[in-house]
Nanobody, 130 residues
Framework: DVQLQASGGGLVQTGGSLRLSCAAS????????IGWFRQAPGKEREGVAC?????????????YYADSVKGRFTISSDNAKSTVILQMNSLKREDTAVYYC??????????????????WGQGTQVTVSS
């Protein structure tokens, strides 16, 4: 079975940091783009950061970020462990949301969009308080 297990959420003060982890299993990790998305109450789910290649079976991985998190969030992957990490620094109240990881056969910057992601994790709550 395909599984994406997101963890690491919690309550943090403004300016603090959190590290989210997405553990994947049940599919060939190297062939999929992995993205982090978030959904705040009353808002649509939006892409936060993702990692992908520009060609099928490519090995040159690139990272992409939403403008709102550039310079604060860093996405990285450990293919040997089938795990993707989202390091979130300088957190703001507007970062409060449920964070999801997702996997899909998308290329390039397409990984920042919800479309094309076949598998989704269960979400982990991130709450930033002032």
């Amino acid at each position: 079975d395909v599984q994406l297990q997101a963890s690491g959420g919690g309550l943090v003060q403004t300016g603090g940091s959190l590290r989210l982890s997405c553990a994947a299993s049940g599919f060939r990790f190297d062939d999929f783009a992995i993205g982090w998305f978030r959904q705040a109450p009353g808002k649509e789910r939006e892409g936060v950061a993702c990692i992908s290649t520009n060609e099928v079976h490519g090995k040159d991985y690139k990272t992409y970020y939403a403008d709102s998190v550039k310079g604060r969030f860093t996405i990285s992957s450990d293919n040997a462990k089938s795990t993707v990490i989202l390091q979130m620094n300088s957190l703001k109240r507007e970062d409060t949301a449920v964070y999801y990881c997702a996997a899909g056969r998308v290329l390039g910057r397409g990984c920042i969009y919800r479309e094309g992601h076949d598998y989704w994790g269960q979400g982990t709550q991130v709450t930033v308080s002032s």
